[in-house]
């Protein structure tokens, strides 16, 4: 995993759609946090705010565009 949140959401996204990416991250995160990676875990917030955020513009542009 490289350490550039905004190119891991990018990724997840390209690779497995909005829905896969956050439950990529949902894993990621768990893994992290039983690991006891508190760096990885730190990485994987980021990603999920990443994400989030961007789920929130786009369906900001929904309703806008309705």
């Known amino acids: 995993m490289n350490d550039h949140p905004s190119q891991i959401a990018g ?5 497995f759609g909005m829905d896969g990416a956050l439950e ?3 894993n990621g995160v768990a893994e992290a946090h039983a690991a ?7 990485v994987w917030r980021d990603v ?6 961007r ?3 786009e369906s900001a542009l929904d309703v806008s565009g309705a």
């Open 48 to 53: 999920r705010r990443i994400l989030r955020d």
């Open 11 to 15: 990724h997840l996204v390209e690779q």
């Open 36 to 42: 006891g990676d508190n760096y990885r875990l730190s």
């Open 24 to 26: 990529a991250v949902r």
């Open 55 to 57: 789920q929130k513009a």
